[in-house]
């Protein structure tokens, strides 16, 4: 048995004993509406929220507002008209203009949205190599809190995932605000009903 060896079983063997984690509870806050916080949250960090009734609604709106000579990703299959599919390597991904992804819920606390790989298409770049992203979220899939946040993924098992609010932003350049200096530069919310 080699020293290092005999050092690891020691230290496997002196392990102190597994406690089962406490019960946390939260009581919910009395007269906040989760959606109306999510929006009042989002835009006050310089993000967007555009209520939508379904996909063709979020179709008019990026029909009106993008540039159609710009290159858009989406890995949403009904905006596949609109958008090319993703299913390039991520390398490609450098002249995105605007990237469309879905999330998995939205929290009202700090405005973000959690998305793992799968929601991703597999490509952990996309929301912060493009120049500007747009995140569908169903308006039923937000939560008051961080505390609600982490209940609601629990266990699940995801390669990647990360929390993304709002526009990226650093003022730490010479005291002035950079929009864009590790992400995209806006993000919009389109919030079905």
């Known amino acids: 048995m080699t020293s290092r060896d005999k050092i690891l079983t020691a230290v496997m063997l002196n392990q102190p004993e597994l406690t089962a984690l406490p019960t946390l509870s939260f009581p919910e806050e009395e007269g906040i509406n989760p959606i109306e916080k999510f929006i009042t949250t989002l835009t006050g960090i310089g993000g967007q929220v555009i209520n939508v009734s379904g996909y063709d609604a979020i179709k008019n709106h990026i029909s009106k507002t993008t540039n159609p000579n710009t290159r858009l990703i989406t890995n949403i299959t009904v905006l596949d008209d609109i958008a090319e599919m993703l299913i390039e390597h991520p390398g490609s991904l450098q002249d995105v203009e605007l990237a469309i992804i879905k999330a998995h819920f939205g929290v009202a606390e700090n405005g973000a949205v959690w998305v793992t790989e799968d929601a991703l298409g ?41 929390f993304i609010a709002g526009p990226s932003k650093t003022a730490d350049i010479e005291q002035s605000l950079v929009l864009g200096a590790h992400g995209a530069r806006s993000m919009t919310v389109f919030l079905m009903k």
């Open 122 to 162: 597999g490509h952990r770049v996309l929301p912060f190599i493009c120049q500007h992203l747009a995140v569908v979220l169903s308006a039923n899939d937000i939560v008051a809190d961080m505390h609600r946040a982490y209940e609601r993924i629990g266990d699940d098992a995801y390669g990647f995932g990360t």
